[in-house]
Structure formats: C-alpha cells, structure tokens
C-alpha cells in the first residue's frame, strides 16, 4: 500500500520556541546546516566531540594537517577542543551530531571499548566512513524534523541514541575504530583535561605545572593519550592558533607572521605546507573582509 504522505508545519511553534527544553546552537546536540555555493561554516574550539554528515553537494575542510573534499554520502569526526573550518563547493547540507565521550554505542558497548581497535589503525585525518543506507534514511528523517524546527532537547538525545545504535548495527568494530579514532584513548579525562588547558601554556614545563603531575607520569600518561610527544602536541596547538587568527581575525597577515616569529616569505610557505593555501588565500575563503587581507 503507498503511504500517503501530508506536508506540514511543526505543530504549536510557539510553544516549542519557548520552551526550555528547545535547543539550538552549538550547545544543541544536533546542528543542521544549509550552505550555499561559496558559504562557509567555521567553529571554533567545539565544546564536544561531534560527527558531521555530509548529506548534500560537498564541503572543502582545512585542517591543521590537511585540505581535503569531503561529498555528499560521507562523515567525518572532529575531537573536543578542535576547530572546524569548510567551504561549500556546491549548495550543501550538513548535519553535526555532538556527543559526550561517555556515550554508549549501545547499552552493550562504549565507545572507550574502540581504544584497543583504534591502537591498531592507522588513519589519515580527516578519516571518512560512508553513510550506510539505513543511516542516510535516518539522517534524511530527522533532517526534515531539524527543518521544521523540532530541537527539543529530548528528541535530540533520542535522535543521538539511534544514530549511535545504527553505527553500532552497520558498521565493523574496525571501521567504527578509525572513524572515532581521534577521541578514543586509553585516558580520556586526562586527555580532556589537556585540552581545556592547553592554550595557557607557553612551554611543555609550564603544562606539566598545570597539571600538577611528575614529568615522568605526566610524559607517559600523554604519549599514550595522544600518541605524540607534548612537544609534538604544543607545535601543533601553534598552528591551529594561527589558523585561527588568519580565519577568525582581521589581523594582517604581516602582524600575524611577526607574531609567530616568521618571515613574510616563510610564513606563506609554511601555511601553503601546512593548510594547502597562502594565508591570504585562506582569508578570502573563510573571512573576505577586505581589511583582513593586507
């Protein structure tokens, strides 16, 4: 029998608007995005891990270590803490799910269990899982409940636990392993702790300090909770600052390279080497005010 279907509007907006339960932001567990051709979405310092859907047209995402195209069928993974830049190549739409690093796949599974999976894989950031058809259909549904604006906060956590489930159905321990790969590790409150303190350290000495801990305990604990050295870390943490500050700000690209200490020169290079474009470049994607461009 065909299923009629009656096109409609959310019932009692109002009372939905004003009620405390709404939900929208990048506080809301779930984000809906419609970009068009040329749009960009940035978010800085994301409060939660969160998978993004690519369910429409194609996004470009610049990270810290790459510049890749991402299409429609295809998610992604940014960790807590971490910044998300992209541009719309074509009229898009994305659907963010943010979650707790607590969450349970299901009430058999928790996502810590990957952390022996994901010790063995070895990944490309960003690493990009296909969207399994049962998943596309319930990504597609609550699409067009988010369009109608039902963001209640229990539909939401609801939305969350199934999308989990499907990817708990769908999808190999392996896979689901490489996906969640960069929020798994062996201590995940340290981890945390990191990156709600990391920007106020200026040295690897003045992080141990922050923590309390003894430099032997403190250099284990972060090897194995970032799979890099603290050095290696705050290098990294460098360039994601000046990401930001060539997306985010109308700071000169001169004043930003004297800022980190580079010569003009080196510091095209570098950006080029690092995000895939000269600042400049990067500027006009992302932030094309003119006055932030010189």
Request: proline residues 4%; glycine residues 8%; positive net charge.
């Amino acid at each position: 029998m065909k299923r009629l279907i009656s096109k409609t509007n959310l019932r009692y907006i109002g009372e939905h608007l004003q009620c405390d339960n709404y939900q929208t932001g990048d506080k809301a567990r779930l984000g809906l995005y419609n970009l068009k051709e040329g749009e960009c979405l940035v978010r800085d310092k994301l409060t939660l891990p969160a998978l993004f859907f690519v369910i429409k047209g194609e996004v470009n995402i610049t990270g810290i270590r790459y510049a890749r195209t991402v299409g429609a069928g295809y998610m992604f993974i940014k960790p807590a803490g971490s910044s998300f830049y992209c541009k719309a190549g074509s009229p898009s739409t994305l659907i963010r799910m943010s979650f707790d690093m607590d969450f349970t796949i299901c009430n058999k599974y928790s996502l810590t269990e990957l952390k022996d999976y994901a010790a063995r894989q070895h990944v490309e950031a960003p690493y990009l899982l296909p969207i399994a058809d049962p998943l596309a259909d319930e990504l597609e549904a609550t699409e067009t409940a988010m369009g109608y604006s039902l963001m209640c906060r229990h539909y939401q956590k609801m939305k969350v636990d199934i999308l989990f489930i499907l990817l708990r159905g769908f999808y190999t321990k392996e896979e689901l392993a490489a996906l969640f790969k960069p929020v798994v590790s062996a201590d995940i409150d340290f981890k945390n702790k990191i990156l709600s303190i990391g920007d106020e350290a200026k040295s690897v000495k003045e992080l141990i300090n922050l923590t309390g801990m003894p430099p032997t305990t403190f250099n284990r604990k972060f090897q194995n909770a970032f799979g890099m050295s603290a050095g290696q870390w705050m290098t990294e943490n460098k360039k994601e600052g000046i990401l930001k500050d060539i997306v985010l700000t109308n700071i000169s690209v001169a004043q930003i390279a004297k800022k980190y200490g580079f010569t003009s020169n080196y510091f095209i290079s570098f950006s080029k080497d690092h995000f895939g474009y000269t600042p400049t470049e990067l500027r006009k994607m992302y932030n094309p005010d003119p006055g932030g461009t010189k």
